[in-house]
């Protein structure tokens, strides 16, 4: 008997008992479903913090300070004030870094920011010019300091979209007055939004010359007395791992020899740091949520294989007719097996279906109103392929043992089963 | 008439009975089973020979070990001692499959209980023994098998909608359709009334006279056996007594008459 003929066996089979099939197909269909729906937000989890570490710019380095010892106890990384503006200045003038080439440094600090009659607390960020085109940033109305206000230590600020929004609302802000620590920022700039990311809200910030910041607005200063700031950006020229690892070799050896100290007082990272590290917990999350969904799934198997058994009781007497006119135990044993897979199979496709189709509707939806991070789901074809390999293994695994026990009878015993 | 034009488009041909060759020869056939505490011989030491082209009746008492012989001929039971060659082969030798194998191109099998699979059609049931051989053209031979025991109208009714003659047809074309070589019945005509039965007896009796096949069965109404040509009685699983039937006894059944109007009619409602 060869393999269409039994499948239509075994499609007469379930169509013979329609009910039954369909909840043993829900068992699938809520495995590979929700194995497919979970996949998929837990892969656009990834696919949302991948996309977020790449639009900080390309080929980037961050370099942060180290830890402060006080008392012999080691605090977190980057409460130390080490890095100085002149350190990034000096990756490009010494030359000893051919592979930069930019660098912005950042010098954040928080403040409450009272303008047009609003106040809010925000993030100031005192950056140089180049650091709009090292972060990937743009600007939506008005412009970005310049090098020569840079220099002039100005008094102006480029507001973020939301901090924007709050203090102006839908009226003008370019040419409007901020006070911040009892000074005045003229609002030169609007930054185009950027969305949330990971590290909290690129669209609540203001951003103001970093020697206005450091002149002005805060004075902290390194051990040795120059300015401190707490990342400093640079960008390489190219993406190469060649580049980046000269690139960390020779920054090492500057800042070591600058800082005249032995042991690293800072911390290099890359890009790609950053993505390695997002990418293990995303994934770790990814696996988390597919196993949970995964256990629905061995239940529908389960659940086929309940089925099976119980069809194969009812049907003994079926085995034995057919045994007796000359079915072989191979031509039972497929006849069951096939009927398995068939139902897995096929509970499997609909999962799919469903799952995919769930999760379509999914992405986009904002839990929690209109300002919260929207749901992204990815439908990715090889979670598909996963589910549905899966699902015609278990249609196969947990048939296997029904279809031993039917292709085992005894046809004389089958047909006397009343 | 359907059954006529089948019959002549049978390659078999007709065989002058009781002139082939030995077909089943059993020696020292024993079975024993054990119920609880009580170990039961169903068959203690049986041995005969039919030659092809013999129509032979078994009969006994029940539990006489008539079924059980049965089930060792048709190769669905193996005997416990004994040996059974069935056309030169002895079935101990045989695997599962082979068994199968010859169930299915060497035998055809007739129940008292018709075993008809629920819900499938006439054709369908029919068809099943050519599915198993792994035979392309089935529906063609089906229907031949179906026109030979008078049921070429009756292909697309399923069981619950033929009467208890008109199913035991069906189970007797399935029985055909591999043209086998052997039509073993276990008291074929046990659930049937007389006139059914009588059916039943003709469609063997031309089966055996026209085609040569070779027919076993089991009864336990003497009207029925003496429609064949010899008698094997059993008794406590042995053989009782072994004798032709007498000329002037045998009976000759009457054809199928087509179903009367009202039953075609509620058939195929």
């Known amino acids: 008997m060869n393999l269409t003929e039994s499948i239509r066996v075994a499609l007469r089979a379930l169509g013979a008992n329609k009910l039954r099939a369909a909840l043993t197909m829900l068992g699938m269909i809520i495995g590979v479903g929700s194995v497919i729906a979970l996949m998929s937000i837990g892969r656009g989890v990834q696919a949302g913090i991948t996309s977020q570490i790449k639009g900080l710019g390309s080929n980037l380095l961050f370099i942060t300070p180290g830890s402060t010892t006080q008392g012999g106890v080691r605090a977190q990384a980057g409460t130390a004030s080490t890095l100085t503006a002149e350190d990034a200045q000096a990756m490009l003038d010494s030359g000893r870094v051919p592979q930069a080439v930019a660098v912005a440094p950042e010098a954040p600090n928080g403040g409450q920011v009272v303008a047009n009659g609003q106040n809010t607390f925000t993030r100031l960020n005192g950056v140089t010019p180049e650091f709009l085109e090292v972060r990937n940033f743009s600007v939506a109305e008005g412009d970005f300091f310049s090098a020569e206000q840079m220099a002039a230590r100005s008094l102006v600020a480029v507001l973020g979209a939301n901090t924007r929004q709050t203090l102006f609302g839908d009226s003008d802000a370019v040419g409007q007055t901020v006070r911040v620590n009892q000074i005045n920022l003229r609002v030169i700039g609007v930054m185009a939004p950027k969305g949330a990311q990971a590290q909290g809200g690129q669209d609540d910030v203001i951003y103001v010359p970093l020697t206005t910041m450091q002149t002005r607005l805060n004075r902290a200063r390194t051990a040795r007395g120059g300015q401190t700031i707490s990342t400093i950006n640079v960008q390489l020229a190219d993406d190469r791992v060649e580049t980046r690892q000269a690139a960390v070799e020779n920054i090492g050896e500057l800042l070591r020899e600058r800082h005249r100290v032995a042991q690293d007082d800072f911390t290099i990272r890359s890009q790609e740091d950053l993505l390695q590290t997002a990418n293990q917990i995303t994934g770790f999350i990814t696996l988390f949520l597919g196993s949970v969904a995964g256990i629905s799934l061995l239940v529908g198997g389960i659940g086929i294989m309940n089925i099976m058994l119980v069809s194969v009781t009812e049907r003994t007497r079926e085995i034995g007719i057919r045994k007796a006119i000359g079915a072989k135990r191979r031509d039972i044993l497929a006849q069951f097996l096939i009927e398995a897979t068939v139902v897995s199979v096929v509970g499997g496709a609909i999962g799919i279906f469903i799952g995919a189709g769930g999760s379509r509707l999914l992405n986009g939806i904002r839990f929690g109103g209109p300002t919260a991070q929207p749901i992204q789901t990815v439908v990715s074809p090889d979670a598909i392929v996963l589910a549905f390999t899966v699902s015609a293994l278990i249609g196969l695994f947990f048939g296997v043992y029904p279809a031993v026990k039917a292709s085992r009878l005894n046809p004389i015993e089958a047909l006397r089963y009343e | ?269």
């Open chain 2, 1 to 269: 008439m359907a059954t006529a034009v089948a019959l002549e488009a049978s390659p078999t041909g007709s065989v002058t009975p009781g002139a082939g060759e030995v077909i089943i020869k059993v020696e020292g056939l024993t079975k024993t089973y054990t119920m609880g505490d009580v170990t039961v011989r169903a068959l203690d030491g049986v041995s005969f020979e039919v030659r092809r082209g013999e129509l032979l009746a078994i009969m006994g008492p029940s539990g006489s070990g008539k079924s059980t012989l049965m089930n060792v001929l048709g190769c669905l039971d193996q005997p416990g001692a004994g040996t059974y060659w069935l056309d030169g082969v002895e079935t101990s030798t045989l695997d599962d499959d082979a068994l199968a194998e010859v169930r299915n191109q060497k035998i055809g099998f007739v129940f008292q209980q018709f075993n008809l699979l629920a819900r499938t059609s006439a054709l369908e049931q029919v068809e099943l023994p050519l599915l198993y051989a792994g035979v392309r053209d089935r529906q063609a031979r089906a229907l031949e098998a179906l026109a030979a025991v008078g049921l070429a109208d009756r292909a697309r009714h399923r069981p619950t909608e033929l009467s208890g003659g008109q199913q035991q047809r069906v189970a007797i074309a399935r029985a055909l359709v591999n043209n086998p070589a052997l039509l073993l019945a276990d008291e074929p005509t046990g659930a049937l009334d007389t006139r059914t039965s009588e059916e039943i007896m003709a469609i063997f009796q031309r089966l055996n006279e026209e085609q040569g096949i070779t027919v076993v069965f089991v009864t336990h109404e003497p009207d029925i056996a003496r429609h064949t040509r010899r008698v094997i009685h059993l008794r406590d699983g042995q053989i009782n007594q072994d004798a032709p039937v007498p000329e002037g006894e045998r009976l000759t059944a009457r054809p199928i008459q087509e179903a009367p109007a009202h039953e075609a009619a509620a058939a195929r409602r």
